[in-house]
């Protein structure tokens, strides 16, 4: 079993950054696929940003050029830096980390933060 841990979020005003990190509870030595989603009221969840174990990045089209996901060198932890932010990026994100085995695939997802963009 792993654990994803996030942190971040928060009240920002349109224009603002904001920072989101995403922590596993141990290392992954599969193939894997970390990132962030998010959700607005009546929808269905979307992708912000991924990044894979072998270094891959991935956007969601919405945030393209203003989101950046990185990755720290122990590779247990990333991080999504998001700038000019608009009110509609605000909704509740979730983290997620998608774990490949021979055995199949398993998806483990973080409570979710919380990010409002209003001025």
């Known amino acids: 079993q792993v654990q994803v841990v996030e942190s971040g979020g928060g009240v920002v005003q349109p224009g603002g950054s904001l920072r989101l990190s995403c922590a596993a509870s141990r290392s992954i030595f599969s193939f894997y696929v970390m990132g962030w989603y998010r959700q607005l009221p009546g929808k269905q969840r979307e992708l912000v940003a991924s990044?894979?174990?072998?270094?891959?990045?991935n956007y969601g089209d919405s945030v393209e050029g203003r989101f950046t996901i990185s990755r720290e060198n122990d590779k247990r932890t990333v991080h999504v830096q998001m700038s000019s932010l608009k009110t509609e990026d605000t909704a509740v994100y979730y983290c997620?980390?998608?774990?490949?085995?021979?055995?199949?695939?398993?998806?483990?997802w973080g409570q979710g933060t919380q990010v409002t963009v209003s001025s």
């Open positions: 990044i894979t174990s072998d270094g891959r990045t």
């Open positions: 997620n980390l998608r774990i490949t085995t021979m055995r199949g695939t398993d998806d483990y």
